[in-house]
């Protein structure tokens, strides 16, 4: 479930604009930063991550293969140990 998020107060807003286009660092009561505020221009322009291998299709596609694999005896300590020997 996405979080609802925080409502600002317009004085609050105006210190986060105030940034000058740097990630503004949020602290809690003890100066602990528990976050960096990040305005919509940066958040466009971070690097995008990798996109996650583990889409539908390609689950789908392994699942299928792991149905035709002609060895499915194989313990999977023996599987480890090949894979230590490679």
Avoid: C
Avoid at 5 to 11: C, S
Avoid at 42 to 47: E, G, S, Y
């Amino acid at each position: 479930m996405e979080p609802t998020g925080i409502t600002l107060d317009d004085a609050t807003l105006k210190l986060l604009t105030a940034a000058n286009g740097h990630p503004l660092p949020l602290r809690n009561a003890d100066g602990l930063i528990v976050g960096y505020y990040v305005s919509p221009a940066q958040m466009a322009n971070l690097t995008p991550k990798e996109p996650d291998p583990w889409t539908p299709e390609e689950i789908a596609r392994l699942e299928e293969a792991r149905k035709n694999d002609p060895r499915p005896d194989i313990p999977h300590e023996e599987v480890l140990r090949w894979f230590k020997e490679q």
